[in-house]
């Protein structure tokens, strides 16, 4: 995969879904008709527990599988029908998603995670990123930048909570330089001052074209971040619309916020 994101400056990449459902036994958890994500710079998905928020994005990576629908990957003037393809050419098209319930990596270290990553993106064997120092150190530098914005508590070793794991997930997925990063949940359980500063590299990565659609309980995140907003409930987005519109919302305040809310 070439270096930078990729997208032509006409316009974003974008995912087009069509017709996509999936039951569980008897009970449908996604059924959506026509959606299109991507279009604008950052878009919220929110929606009350239980919704399909991750089970839509599983769909999209399928790492979960659809019962029916199409999903498109549609890139300038390219058009690449993703729910054809294996999960890793879909990360290697530019798609790619980081995890509700944080991942161990397989007990490898920080760099190690991240080396595969880097190695992952360069279409190049994982032992030979590991084994020759040269390629490890030509990846160094890009690894170090990520590392020396957080404070790991052991940046050589291994991410121990569960707030390190999941911002080793998010830089783990800008490693592998998306067009379009599905974060779900990214933030839950970090601190507010490590959320600003995930939110803040997020920022600085779809000022450089990135595109995101991100999944938050943390309305702050989703009210202050995204362009727009899609709420879903009960396996559909119902509603659409910039976060305004959206957080003031009847349906929304009635099947999600409550009549509490401000
Ligand atoms: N592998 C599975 N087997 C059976 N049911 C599942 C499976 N995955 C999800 N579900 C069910 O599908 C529904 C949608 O789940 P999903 O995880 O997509 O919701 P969500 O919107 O992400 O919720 P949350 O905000 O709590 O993360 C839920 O009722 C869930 O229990
Ligand atoms: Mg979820």
Redesign the pocket.
């Known amino acids: 995969m070439s270096e930078g994101n990729g997208n032509t400056p006409g316009g974003r990449a974008t995912i087009r879904i069509s017709g996509l459902t999936k039951s569980?036994?008897d009970?449908t958890?996604?059924n959506i008709d026509e959606l299109v994500l991507g279009a604008k710079p950052v878009e919220g998905l929110i929606?009350?527990?239980?919704?399909?928020?991750?089970?839509?994005m599983?769909l999209i990576m399928r790492s979960?599988k659809a019962d029916t629908g199409t999903v498109t990957l549609e890139d300038g003037s390219s058009e690449v029908v993703l729910s054809k393809l294996p999960p890793h050419r879909i990360a290697s098209l530019g798609v790619v998603k980081t995890n509700?319930v944080t991942q161990d990596f397989a007990g490898l270290t920080i760099w190690d995670s991240l080396l595969l990553a880097v190695a992952q993106r360069h279409d190049e064997r994982p032992h030979r990123i590991y084994r020759e120092r040269h390629v490890r150190e030509s990846h160094g530098e890009e690894i170090q930048s990520y590392l020396d914005l957080f404070e790991f508590s052991e940046p050589e070793g291994f991410a121990h909570s569960t707030g390190e794991k999941k911002l080793l997930d998010v830089i783990r997925c800008l490693l592998l330089k998306p067009k379009i990063l599905l974060l779900?949940?990214p933030t839950a359980g970090l601190p507010d001052d490590v959320t600003e500063q995930v939110i803040a590299m997020l920022r600085t990565k779809v000022a450089e074209g990135m595109s995101v659609v991100i999944?938050e309980?943390d309305l702050d995140v989703i009210w202050g971040f995204s362009d727009v907003v899609h709420f879903?409930a009960e396996?559909d987005v119902i509603l659409e619309g910039d976060p305004a519109y959206i957080r003031a919302h009847s349906t929304v305040v009635e099947k999600y916020l409550g009549s509490g809310h401000v």
């Open positions: 569980f036994g009970q958890v996604v929606g009350p527990n239980g919704a399909g928020k991750t089970t839509l599983r979960t509700q779900d949940e999944v309980h879903m396996g």
